[in-house]
């Protein structure tokens, strides 16, 4: 599986539909969770009950360090915004994203993605 992941886990939150949503209105509500590696551990591993047979992490190497919005994707828009990133999305992945086992070596660790086995 993988869940976004970072230094400090934290609640995202969203005003209005997400994802096909039904949310009305101007009060956020939940979108996504970012875990920490502790986090991670005890709401995900460890409930399983399955050992860890293999955890990497992706990480963002240029980035906004203070705004979590701040995405290359979301600068791109209209009609024209599934071509530029269909064929430029391996450049853009080894131009903006960086792979590590450690997520202390990423500098703004990303996604967590965890194989576990019985």
């Given at each position: 599986?993988?869940v ?18 039904n ?8 979108f ?87």
């Amino acid at each position: 599986f993988s869940v976004p992941f970072s230094r400090e886990g934290f609640e995202e939150t969203k005003s209005g539909p997400s994802y096909g949503g039904n949310a009305t209105g101007s009060e956020p509500a939940f979108f996504q969770r970012f875990y920490d590696e502790a986090t991670l551990r005890s709401r995900l591993i460890e409930p399983s009950g399955l050992k860890v047979e293999a955890m990497t992490f992706l990480g963002e190497v240029r980035y906004q360090p203070d705004d979590i919005h701040h995405r290359l994707a979301s600068r791109l828009s209209g009609r024209w915004r599934p071509l530029m990133l269909g064929w430029s999305f391996g450049f853009l992945s080894r131009h903006f994203m960086q792979r590590s086992d450690d997520w202390r070596q990423l500098r703004k660790p990303y996604l967590a993605f965890v194989i576990l086995k019985k």
